[in-house]
């Protein structure tokens, strides 16, 4: 609990940083005050549930699946700098009868950046990224090699954990895509969780090892856009290439490059009842040699606050 008040408290220590440079009122040159801040705020949660009788012939068996999220990301723009903060959140939950509780999502995401511009599509930036999960995770196809009743614990809160920070440019041309191309950043890995790195996972040299640091070249696209006035669709691909790695003695093209790529789209109903599918594909040889894929489709609440 510790390391999670630490990574909120993180959050919003930086959402207050970029709060302070809001203008005062007075400086407004005309009387109606110009917000250059835009504040978006989701809150949500969906519920599903499935029961049957005994002598029921279709088949089936009852189980409830429940879950939940938080985003919350603020801009800010003037003549002179691009700012950004972005927070996501999910957990996701399934109980089947006759079955321990399985996760069927969890993910902490943040993404911090400052830019200055150069010209009217071109920036120059700095960020921070942050990535990582809430509750321990499991491969339920294998057994734990320590206890053979139960599932093996392959990950847990900051293990991994991913900072990256970078510095490069970005192209801009409208607001809601942009491309980063980060030619001096450091990928930090943190497996601070013992019962995981004491299994050498995540790219770790050996053993016990908490802590790996990678210079790499990074690449990343993003979409945001409100396809029509109920519609959100936003993507996020990113690709991170360890030269060190691919020129060394025993590296490989494959074992330097990762790939992650996110896509979710939301479909309001009413008010504060939605559709939400998301899609994860991960390609890291750290974590597996072969893609990793997710996909959720949800139904359920959502509570969206907005101020431009």
Do not use: C
Not at 121 to 146: C, E, R
Request: hydrophobic share 40%; no cysteine; aromatic share 14%.
């Amino acid at each position: 609990m510790k390391k999670l008040s630490f990574l909120i408290l993180l959050i919003t220590l930086s959402n207050y940083t970029i709060a302070q440079t809001r203008p005062a009122p007075e400086e407004t040159p005309t009387a109606k005050i110009v917000r250059p801040f835009k504040h978006n705020f989701q809150v949500g949660f969906n519920l599903n549930q499935a029961s049957f009788s005994d002598n029921w012939k279709g088949g089936g068996v009852n189980s409830i699946a429940f879950g939940g999220f938080l985003n919350y990301n603020v801009k800010y723009k003037n003549e002179n700098w691009d700012f950004a903060s972005d927070l996501q959140t999910q957990i996701g939950f399934i109980e089947n009868a006759g079955e321990n509780r399985r996760k069927n999502a969890d993910r902490i995401f943040y993404d911090l950046k400052a830019a200055y511009r150069i010209t009217s599509k071109w920036n120059a930036f700095t960020s921070i990224n942050f990535l990582s999960q809430f509750a321990d995770g499991y491969d339920y196809k294998v057994k734990s090699s320590l206890d053979a009743k139960k599932d093996s614990l392959v990950s847990a809160l900051f293990a991994p954990a991913y900072l990256t920070s970078s510095v490069g440019a970005e192209y801009k041309p409208i607001d809601y895509f942009w491309l980063r191309f980060g030619v001096g950043t450091l990928r930090q890995t943190f497996v601070l969780d013992e019962r995981i790195s004491n299994a050498g996972l995540y790219g770790l040299k050996n053993p016990g090892d908490r802590l790996r640091n990678q210079a790499v070249l990074q690449f990343i696209a993003n979409f945001d856009k409100n396809l029509a006035e109920n519609i959100n669709l936003k993507w996020r691909y990113m690709v991170n290439f360890d030269y060190l790695e691919a020129t060394s003695a025993n590296g490989t093209m494959e074992a330097a490059v990762v790939h992650n790529f996110n896509l979710n789209l939301t479909l309001k109903a009413t008010k504060y009842i939605s559709t939400n599918f998301q899609v994860n594909v991960i390609k890291d040889p750290d974590q597996d040699k072969n893609t990793q894929f997710s996909q959720i489709l949800s139904l359920g609440m959502l509570l969206s606050l907005n101020r431009e």
